[in-house]
Every structure is written in C-alpha cells, then in structure tokens.
C-alpha cells in the first residue's frame, strides 16, 4: 500500500494503535501535541541518534524489522551506559516514496521489539518525506538516581578498566556483508556485460553467524548494568562501545584528566572475529580497539572491586587507569608499549 494513500496521520495511527504505556512515569503518551512524564524521585536522562540511509545503513544487507531493532538499541545502550533506567522513546521518520506502509510497519516492529525487550514506552515522533532516502531520528528518554548516574569524567588513577562481552565481531560482520555485496555486484556488472540473465546470488555466510548478528542485531548491555548493581558495583566512568574501544576510552581518559594502559592480551575477542580478520589479511587487534558498533560498555572500578569484577561474567579486566603524565598506552603481546589512537568514525570518512 502507497503511504499516500492513508496519509501522514493514517500512517502514524496504523503504526501506534496498539501501542500502552507500561512506565508509571508515562503519565501520557501518543495522542497529543506534547507526551507527559513525571519523575519525582529521580534524574531524567535524554539521548539522541539520527541514522541515515547511505551513511549509517545500506539496505542491500539489512532489512527493515532488523533495522528498527539496532536504531533503537543504539538509543538504549546510551542510557545504560550512564547507569540509568530507558523508560520512553520517541520515535521520528523521513519517508522516500519507494517505501510502503508495509515496509514501515516492519521497520516499527523492529523497533517495538528493542522497547518491549527493555519495557520501554513509545510517546511520539514524527513523521516526513524524504527525497534522498530514508532517516530515522530516534530519542531515548531514561531516569536513574542522581548519586547512581555514572559519567566519563570520574575515572582515578589505579582504577580498573573493565569491558563487556567481546569486540571487532560487529566490523568484521560488516566487512563481511561488504564482501558479498561487492561479489554481487561483480557478477551484477559482468552479467550485463554478456547480456546474460541476472545471476542467482547466494552470499557465502557459513561459519560467520555470528558475525553478522553483531552487525544486523546490536544488544544493549543493560544484563551489565543489572549485574552491576546486584554486585554491588558502581562504576566511576562508563561509556558504551560505539565508535571503537580506544575511542571511548580516550573520550574518558580526557574527560577525566587521566592516563591508562591497556593489554593486547587481555583484549576479548572471539574466535569467528580472528578468523574473518586473517581471512580478510586485517589486524584482529586494530579491529577490536577501533571497529565500532559492538555496543558493548567499558568502565572503570575502583582497585578495590578487583575480586568483584573477576566474579563477573562477561566482563574483562582490560588494564587501568594511570596518571596523566603517562599517556594512554597499549601494551602488546610481546611487550612493547604503543600509543593508544582513536581511528573510529568521524566527519572525513
């Protein structure tokens, strides 16, 4: 169905109908000009990501439900990573017309799945056309209490540094995909060229599931931050792992005036990430420290929690934090010592 046929409204209805807040702090959600909160108690805690088609997404390998779940997830992780609770979200969208109402709703699946996971309430958006494609604006609203909110700038010389899960996996699933779709389009190009009939086309994913998984679904760390808590854990920096490990931890480094020193060694990865990295002659390490979109969350601890932290499951002590004075250092195997570099995303790429 063209969305022109239901119109903007039609749309925004046939996407929300079914939708009942489930937060006490939802005092009222779709349907008004503005939703109502009310935290009484507590600190409100608001991200924002706007992901666009052809810069952040490429819809040869990503289809539309899987979409809506990680742009939502990326909003989530967010919150988690200032040790704080999502409750709401709102939810914005610029439309080409080669989408139908079909699509959308399948992208609004994606992203209700990601907010029932972590009993999150949608309260509004927006929607509009688009002549470039499609964007997807999306607003995460969170609560935590003022002393629990964990920012980057309260890392201390001695203090541990800890990350969760593993990382490079959601790169190397991307380099993966890449991969394939430029096989496609070599068999696309010299197709065309012979006159023959488009190719039948099976991309070559056997043995990398999970690579991809960590690409196409990202997982906000909240387990963590709940593991955390139950531990009696309080971080003193977090932040989640978008942009690649050293990017994020020298964003706290800065922040909090500090140096650290990290071991290749100790760096998680798994074993379907070194595969594909030696497949691909890449540095497995580069790819850990500088890959981006694992989502998973580095902190720091005070030295005092070590035991804690060991008892942990899913969760690597890395190194630790150092006076300013010594810079941010890797230590690699063999025990030569290098300057930690952020080489994530930024504007020239």
Request: with cysteine; glycine share 8%.
């Amino acid at each position: 169905m063209e969305i022109a046929k239901i119109g903007e409204f039609g749309l925004i209805n046939r996407l929300t109908q079914e939708i009942k807040p489930k937060n006490a702090s939802t005092m009222y959600g779709i349907g008004d000009d503005c939703a109502v909160l009310n935290y009484p108690d507590s600190e409100v805690l608001i991200t924002t990501d706007l992901l666009m088609e052809g810069v952040h997404f490429d819809l040869t390998y990503i289809d539309l439900q899987h979409l809506g779940y990680k742009a939502a997830m990326v909003n989530i992780s967010d919150v988690f990573a200032m040790n704080g609770t999502p409750r709401q979200m709102t939810v914005s969208l610029a439309i080409s017309k080669r989408f139908s109402v079909e699509d959308i709703e399948q992208l609004y699946n994606g992203i209700r799945l990601a907010c029932d996971k972590w009993n999150i309430d949608i309260v509004g958006g927006d929607t509009t056309s688009s002549f470039t494609g499609l964007a997807i604006s999306i607003t995460c609203i969170g609560e935590a209490r003022k002393e629990d909110i964990v920012y980057r700038n309260g890392a201390r010389d001695t203090d541990l540094i800890c990350v969760s899960g593993d990382l490079g996996a959601a790169y190397m699933g991307l380099q993966l995909l890449e991969r394939e779709k430029s096989v496609y389009y070599q068999m696309v190009d010299e197709a065309k060229k012979k006159g023959k009939p488009m190719p039948d086309f099976q991309p070559d994913f056997s043995g990398k599931e999970y690579l991809l998984q960590r690409q196409l679904q990202a997982e906000a760390r909240g387990d963590i931050v709940q593991k955390l808590r139950e531990a009696g854990i309080h971080p003193t920096a977090m932040m989640d792992v978008s942009d690649g490990l050293s990017s994020e931890l020298l964003h706290i480094c800065k922040q909090s005036d500090v140096g650290c020193r990290i071991f290749e060694k100790q760096l998680p990865i798994d074993y379907q990430t070194a595969v594909m990295a030696e497949e691909m002659n890449m540095n497995v390490t580069t790819c850990a420290l500088n890959g981006g979109e694992d989502y998973e969350l580095v902190f720091t601890v005070p030295i005092g929690d070590h035991e804690k932290i060991e008892q942990l499951e899913d969760v690597k002590l890395i190194g630790h934090i150092t006076d300013q004075k010594f810079g941010h250092v890797l230590v690699s195997r063999d025990g030569q010592e290098f300057e930690l570099k952020a080489q994530g995303w930024n504007f020239d790429k």
